[in-house]
């Protein structure tokens, strides 16, 4: 017996020996990568930070001092001095849609236009360059954020005659920032079919003016209606050129995301097709951020597809695709965010519920049968409510399960008494800091000054239930900028100065944590990402000021230095 005893203990002792032994020559070894002389914020409460840095074939091996880190330093070493400059784990978009940040980028942008005549100047400029019949597409604009109410309008939206006459060959498809809504001109509505006589479709609203005529915007579901007639204009090429578009819309995604030190993104929805094309590029190793992808398709679709898409850390952890996304609301710019009580400045509406609830149950049956995530658009209170409504029946349905880590896309506008149901249920709250400010100078309109204070970007609030809040931006909803992201969720300072409900602001430290550990955490990646630990993947960003404690008004004045995915420098400025 003590034989037996004393042989189990050697063995134990040389195991112990043997990995220790591996550990220390793994840290003896020579780096690929060393960051030296910096103030390195890791995001680990072990090492909360340090100066400097090692990583060897993409992963961290050593942090500490710079004489600790010197001895994995070899003529073959990349090494950056950081010259006292803040290195924080790469940021992590937790929101975005990923091909349409890249579309965007080849089309109209609308985001800064001032007003609707700035709309119709910049159609009239790509109509003088654009061939007969061509669409002009173009995404951005927001009445909502203009300097002046266009005339005539309806609901403060403005009537096409203007777009029509300064486009009357072309047909013109504008997107609202939010997605949520498209503006179309005469010609537009007249290659889809659209006429006083067509009927709204489920989920959306065709606008009309008081003789019942449309007057170009078309809410949520409505959109489809237009759709059909610019696909078919773009599938008229042949399959190179659409493939050939496609390859250059991820590159420039890529590269928008790189130049903003951005190296994870969670993109909120693509279909099988789309991820086909991301397997293809990260299998050649074309990826040059990593991508964790929400796929969002039909649920016959999903109920055919679902088990040989769940895809973990394909290319070197470059694409992982473990969930699924549905949309049950609108968004609250155009009415579209589905309330528990009408809107305080449209009183005729509560918004829109865009997917059907029998639907959306049944993607909560795919997913949890699936072992993928279950991510819901959700802004308006009354459609949170009913996410969460759906989350729980599913968990009691399925007891078993344990950690499904679901997500609430948006969790923008809430009722008090379904704040603790976060923390209670485990549900991730995938908010945006940036659309706080961005919203905020219209959202006491929408709501009302009660539902505002009470419901509106409940940071602190939800926290405290123990719900994880995972940061990001919607692009291009928003500009991709982490940085004014990062300012906006710890200053909630809004562009007239104003602060929108300072009691829920983020300290730094959480903030930065939101934009990356619990970004990983959210994605199921906690343990190879989201913070500058050994072990994990070396993915940073460097900056040019430490945001972490200069002053609120010096924030925004920060630059990526360098994005580094996987111990490579992908981007230098």
Known sequence: MHQKLFSKLLSFILCVLIIGFTVSCAQKGPADLVLTNGKIVTVDKKIPEAQALAAKDGVIIAIGSNKNIERYITEETKVIDLEGKLAIPGFTDAHGHFTSLGRALLRLNLMNVKNWDEVVALVKAAV??????EWILGRGWHQEKWDKTPQPNVDGLPIHHTLSKVSPDNPVLLSHASGHASYANAKAMELSGITKE??????????RDSKGNPIGV???RAQG???????DYLDERNPEEIEAEQIQIVELAVQECLENGVTSFHDAGSSFETIDLFKKLADEGKLGMRLWVMIRDSNDRLQEKLPEYKIIGLGENHLTVRAIKRSLDGALGPHGAWLL????????????????????KETARLAVENDFQFCVHAIGDRANRESLDIFEEAFKAHPDKKDLRWRIEHSQHLHPNDIPRFGQLGVIA???GIHCTSDGPYVIRRLGEKRAKEGAYMWQELMKTGAVICNGTDVPVENIDPIACFFSTVTRI?????????????????????YTLDCAYAAFQEEIAGSLTRGKLADITILSKDIMTVPDDEILSAEVVYTIVGGK???KK
């Open 494 to 514: 809004m562009k007239d100065g104003t602060v929108f409900y300072p009691d829920q602001r983020m300290t730094r430290e959480e903030a930065l944590r939101s």
């Open 198 to 207: 067509t009927l709204d479709p489920p989920g959306g609203e065709i606008v």
């Open 225 to 231: 209606l237009l759709r059909s007639a610019s696909g």
């Open 218 to 220: 078309f809410r949520e």
């Open 569 to 571: 420098v992908m981007y």
């Open 430 to 432: 995938s908010m945006q």
């Open 341 to 360: 009580e009408p809107y305080e400045d449209l009183p005729t509406s509560v918004g829109l519920n865009t997917t059907p609830i029998d639907v959306m």
């Open 128 to 133: 003088q360059k654009a061939k007969p019949g």
